[in-house]
């Protein structure tokens, strides 16, 4: 499959390691016609994104991941914008305001397990950005408590990890709904972290598809070839996009280059198409 689209990277927005107009140009670099950037919970790298499409010669696609509220596992709804949704990072401000207050009590409780980090540590390192556990994890790389990334969220950050705390979160209907309300196309990103066995993740899909979810993720790093197989049957039988991407955080965060997943040309074709109507209806 020669991939043309890749609709899921992250940049200094939120935890990705490059800025917007560097992963755009990475983007281009790779051969890709088309990129979204999707950071967690916020749009404010999406301007200087799509400023920069002309200049690199490459699409460029306003995106965002919102985290929502989901057990057993992990949901992340992607969003797609035919243009710069205005208005958009007003919505998500109870998000960032529950990242900020999130990080207190990681630190607190990596204090307690004898880890010396201070909570200015973390908020030097992630800057004007919205503050994520990748930031926790650059830090104990820094100083040295852990090796890696997998070090860091293995022993401390994961879910259910000693270090881990829950943040605020939209509603996965919220999620959806607000991505809709501001002409964009809900997707639920990488569906594997949602950790349901078929008939629940079934079930799961459709009630989403009920609130108006456009599209899955299904070509993506950590997939097998099964579940892509499964993502997509469940899309065709909802009539739901398949979307794909790599999830990019940059050089430093795992060990793939922007466009390794992603869509071909006639999946960015429907996507395309089915993107742009939003901006006329
Ligand atoms: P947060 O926004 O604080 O929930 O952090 C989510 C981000 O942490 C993901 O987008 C990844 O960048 C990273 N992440 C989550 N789980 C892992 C893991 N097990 N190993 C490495 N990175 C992870
Ligand atoms: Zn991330
Ligand atoms: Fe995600
Ligand atoms: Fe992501």
Do not use: C
């Not at 980090?117 to 408590?145: C, F, M, N, T, Y």
């Amino acid at each position: 499959m020669h991939i043309r689209a890749d609709l899921h990277v992250h940049t200094r927005a939120s935890d990705g390691d490059l800025d917007p107009e560097q992963a755009v140009s990475q983007a281009r670099f790779s051969g890709l016609d088309t990129v979204a950037v999707t950071d967690h919970d916020t749009v404010a790298g999406t301007q200087e994104a799509l400023d920069s499409a002309k200049k690199h010669g490459i699409e460029v696609i306003a995106g965002v991941e919102i985290s929502a509220v989901f057990e057993p596992g992990t949901l992340h709804i992607l969003g797609y914008f035919p243009s710069y949704p205005k208005g958009f990072e007003q919505a998500l401000k109870p998000l960032q305001e529950a990242r900020k207050l999130r990080f207190p009590r990681m630190v607190e409780k990596l204090n307690k397990l004898g880890i010396d980090i201070s909570l200015e540590e973390v908020l030097k390192i992630a800057g004007d950005a919205q503050v994520g556990r990748p930031h926790i994890a650059k830090v104990l790389i820094d100083k040295g408590s852990v090796r890696d990334f997998d070090e860091a969220f293995s022993r401390y950050l994961a879910k259910g990890r000693p270090a881990y705390v829950e943040k605020e979160k939209m509603s996965p209907r919220e999620a959806i709904q607000t991505i809709l309300a501001h002409k964009g196309v809900p997707v639920l990103a990488h569906p594997f972290t949602l950790e349901l066995e078929k008939p629940e993740l079934r079930r799961f899909i459709r009630e989403l598809a009920d609130y108006g979810l456009m599209g899955i993720e299904v070509s993506y790093p950590e997939h097998t070839r099964s579940q892509k197989r499964l993502f997509a049957q469940i899309a065709r039988e909802h009539g739901l996009l398949i979307t794909g991407g790599t999830d990019y955080h940059g050089p430093g965060q795992g060990g793939l280059t922007i466009g390794a997943y992603g869509l071909d040309k006639e999946a960015l074709s429907v996507f395309r198409e089915r993107l742009y109507q939003r901006s006329s209806s």
